[in-house]
């Protein structure tokens, strides 16, 4: 499958835990973003991200949450400590290098979709 | 700044009949825009975008969008919808320059019925 790749899909954790969520993009993107989805709010922009770089953090809330994405390896987006209302669905998605980064669409995994119980 | 509005929450339409989907947007320069689908419990897949050129756009499934740069929006269209179309759909809007960030609207949720 040469699509995004995303786990678990499911995740479920007791408040106060770590929470971790992988992401491969499609072989030869560059570029990875996460987003959050929630009921009657829609998808919301979290983090992108380059090798080893994070460009915009603009979404992510301040404290408990951060993202990578090494040279090697997936994009992980961790959520520390988690409280009830970080339960939502997770979505990475990559694009290619160069123009494409900014003409072309994103390619979504299927999404990671963490309870908090 | 960019942002992107979905008016509708939920659209009700006849199987056989055409649908619209309304997406009105806020850019301060030029746009790409963009429609995604997302099925229960998956990912969101791309139907289609503009770029330049020609404003009415074709994509997948038989669907196509209409740009309208005085009105500042981009419907969604299809002339006879099916039930496998029901979905949620997304509009997002990316600046020509200077962001690599889509804004998606909040969705709206397309119900054909049979």
């Known amino acids: 499958n040469a699509g995004v790749m995303q786990n678990p899909r499911h995740l479920v954790r007791r408040r106060g835990q770590e929470a971790r969520l992988r992401c491969s993009p499609v072989k030869g993107h560059s570029h990875v973003y996460w987003y959050r989805q929630l009921p009657e709010e829609g998808l919301k922009f979290m983090v992108y991200l380059q090798k080893e770089n994070i460009i915009d953090e603009s979404g992510m809330p301040k404290e408990r949450f951060s993202a990578e994405f090494p040279k090697e390896g997936p994009s992980i987006l961790r959520i520390q400590q988690v409280v009830r209302g970080d339960s939502a669905a997770y979505f990475c998605a990559s694009s290619p290098p160069g123009t494409l980064a900014s003409t072309g669409e994103l390619f979504f995994g299927e999404g990671s979709r963490l309870t908090v119980l | 700044a960019q942002s992107v509005a979905q008016p509708e929450d939920q659209v009700n339409v006849a199987e056989g009949n055409p649908l619209t989907v309304k997406c009105t947007y806020s850019?301060?320069?030029?746009?790409?825009l963009f429609w995604y689908v997302q099925y229960p419990n998956r990912g969101l897949q791309f139907l289609l975008k503009?770029?330049?050129?020609?404003?009415l756009v074709k994509g997948s499934y038989g669907f196509e969008a209409e740009f309208n740069k005085s009105q500042t929006s981009f419907h969604l269209k299809k002339p006879s919808a099916l039930v496998s179309d029901s979905a949620l759909y997304f509009c997002?809007?990316?600046?020509?320059?200077?962001?690599?960030?889509?804004?998606f609207g909040r969705g709206t949720s397309l119900i054909v019925h049979p």
């Open positions: 503009y770029i330049t050129g020609d404003n």
């Open positions: 997002a809007v990316k600046l020509t320059r200077g962001s690599y960030i889509p804004t």
């Open positions: 850019v301060s320069g030029n746009p790409y």
